[in-house]
């Protein structure tokens, strides 16, 4: 079936600091994928989607590319603040069915 | 504003309760989803459902009962709490396909402690 693997954290980081998420998927068809953010005691919000090979998703800063030829969508800011500090999940849809999720990445960064 | 809204936020209750956590969304949205979180952050989909009257069991096996008699709502029950249901509770729900590209939005979460 469709899964999901993104790097294991906890990722520490100092201000200013580039960010990268390691994000890689297993899918039968194309799937539309996601980057989603928890930020302390709150539920997920989606950052940034992507639906087909080559696209670029980006928000606040954030950015990841859509590459079927690696089946990767790494998640990558330039300079990361405080205010960045949450978990991260990459996630994937094909089809109808339930989007498939990560186990997560807990992210850090220190003034 | 159209928003996914969950009740109650935290909930301390003793082994044996009977409880039922509320989900209501008002996007209009088809499908609905219920996850449990662990500490270790990962998500667990437990119930969801495409419609009125569908309720399908997710992934993780899960003692919870749902129910969609409404569009809107979508209530997940346990009958009869134990220490092992202290977690996370999240309810989600998605719009139809292709535009919503089955993007899930995401209610703050009920986080539920039995002692």
């Known amino acids: 079936g469709d899964s999901v693997t993104q790097m294991e954290g906890p990722v520490t980081l100092s201000e200013e600091a580039f960010l990268t998420i390691n994000c890689t998927y297993t899918?039968?068809?194309?799937?539309?994928l996601f980057w989603y953010v928890q930020y302390p005691g709150e539920g997920l919000q989606l950052l940034l989607k992507?639906?087909?090979?080559?696209d670029k998703g980006s928000n606040k800063g954030f950015e990841a590319t859509y590459r079927k030829e690696t089946t990767s969508f790494h998640l990558e800011k330039g300079s990361v603040q405080v205010s960045d500090s949450a978990v991260y999940f990459c996630?994937?849809?094909?089809?109808?069915?339930?989007?498939?999720f990560g186990k997560g990445t807990r992210l850090s960064v220190i003034a | 504003e159209a928003d996914i809204y969950q009740t109650p936020r935290y909930l301390v209750i003793g082994t044996g309760k009977k409880i039922t956590l509320e989900c209501s969304q008002t996007m209009g949205h088809d499908k609905m989803y219920w996850y449990q979180q662990d500490p270790g952050m990962e998500l667990h989909l437990i119930h969801y459902?495409?419609?009125?009257?569908?309720?399908e069991k997710g992934d993780l096996s899960s003692e919870s009962t749902v129910s969609r008699i409404r569009t809107e709502h979508f209530p997940l029950t346990l009958e009869s709490a134990r220490p092992s249901h202290t977690s996370q509770y999240l309810c989600a729900s998605s719009g139809l396909l292709p535009s919503s590209y089955n993007e899930q939005f995401f209610g703050p979460g009920t986080r539920l402690t039995v002692l």
């Open positions: 899918a039968t068809g194309y799937p539309s």
């Open positions: 459902s495409y419609g009125v009257n569908s309720t």
């Open positions: 992507a639906t087909k090979a080559d």
């Open positions: 996630a994937l849809s094909s089809g109808n069915t339930p989007l498939v």
